[in-house]
């Protein structure tokens, strides 16, 4: 079987340092091992994504010397697959809609008999505020809301996937062949109480979006047959969310390297924000390919 891994940049910004080197580890693992590169631009937020980010992206990738295979797979153009996995976990009962808005999942979270909120990989662990009143109102059969967010109710996507469970009927894994941020590698655990207490009921449908990150990006991995998934530590915490989606929709799940963050002088972790890191800038002021990997530990 080749070896496939992929660089997926949102097009909502320069790509700094951290990309640079995200994107190098994925080139260059594939090339060790006689496998393929390739690349796909997130644009699921129409709102952030700028054609002229792309490009960018692009120029970018092909002066550091990287190359992959086209035409490129934009997010944007699968919205039909998204709908379809979002209507199967529907009619599943795998969903509902919530109206909350951050300041009432803030309020929710914090009540004074909940103590201080737990947060999760996307933030406060949602309450449940939604899913109660869904339940109430006797759900079963309705058409799937189209233009407002939907969670998944990890309860009954735990019932749904109990065959991953299979370490003491209650512990699932994942493979990282790289290091979490607290040097986690190996068979990474993690249990169904974790899941519900750590994550709880993530949004798989975001207003305006009609997907999210965490849907997309295993529908997607799976269509191009992604076999290592090489990303930021910063997702590390976001994979038992794609491991459980895996099982949930069939999707095989790939092995996961995840690598340190590239940080500024104070330690911080670079963002989009960053231009005083983007490559663009540094490549104005005649740096190499070289030297941006030198800068980047490579
Ligand atoms: N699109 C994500 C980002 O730009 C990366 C997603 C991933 O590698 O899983 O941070």
């Given at each position: 079987?080749?070896?496939v ?20 580890l ?22 952030r994504s ?19 295979p086209e ?14 996995a ?42 449940g ?49 790289g ?7 190996g ?11 750590t ?9 305006d ?8 990006v ?11 998934v090489v ?18 929709l ?49």
């Amino acid at each position: 079987m080749t070896l496939v891994t992929r660089f997926a940049p949102s097009p909502t910004g320069p790509l700094h340092l951290g990309h640079a080197y995200s994107a190098i580890l994925a080139h260059d693992f594939a090339k060790s091992k006689n496998g393929q590169f390739l690349l796909r631009i997130e644009d699921i937020d129409r709102s952030r994504s700028r054609p002229e980010w792309e490009t960018q992206i692009y120029d970018d990738l092909h002066w550091l010397g990287l190359f992959w295979p086209e035409p490129v797979l934009c997010q944007s153009t699968r919205t039909a697959i998204y709908d379809a996995a979002l209507d199967d976990l529907w009619s599943r009962g795998l969903l509902y809609p919530c109206s909350c808005n951050r300041k009432d999942i803030a309020n929710a979270a914090s009540a004074p008999q909940e103590g201080a909120p737990l947060l999760g990989p996307d933030g406060i662990i949602y309450p449940g505020t939604c899913r109660t009143r869904w339940k109430q109102q006797g759900s079963s059969g309705k058409p799937r809301p189209l233009s407002i967010p939907l969670r998944l109710d990890m309860a009954e996507a735990l019932q749904q996937t109990s065959s991953l469970f299979q370490i003491d009927k209650n512990t699932a894994w994942f493979q990282e062949i790289g290091e979490g941020p607290g040097a986690e590698s190996g068979g990474v655990r993690f249990t169904q109480a974790e899941m519900l207490e750590t994550v709880g009921d993530v949004v798989l449908s975001r207003r305006d979006m009609g997907t999210s990150y965490h849907l997309s990006v295993v529908l997607d991995d799976a269509a191009q047959k992604v076999t290592h998934v090489v990303r930021g530590q910063d997702l590390f915490e976001a994979t038992r969310i794609h491991v459980l989606l895996q099982a949930l929709l069939n999707l095989p799940t790939p092995i996961y390297l995840h690598h340190r963050l590239i940080r500024d002088q104070a330690g911080k972790r670079l963002a989009k924000r960053d231009d005083a890191r983007a490559i663009a800038k540094f490549r104005d002021e005649g740096a190499t390919p070289e030297d941006i990997r030198a800068m980047v530990g490579l």
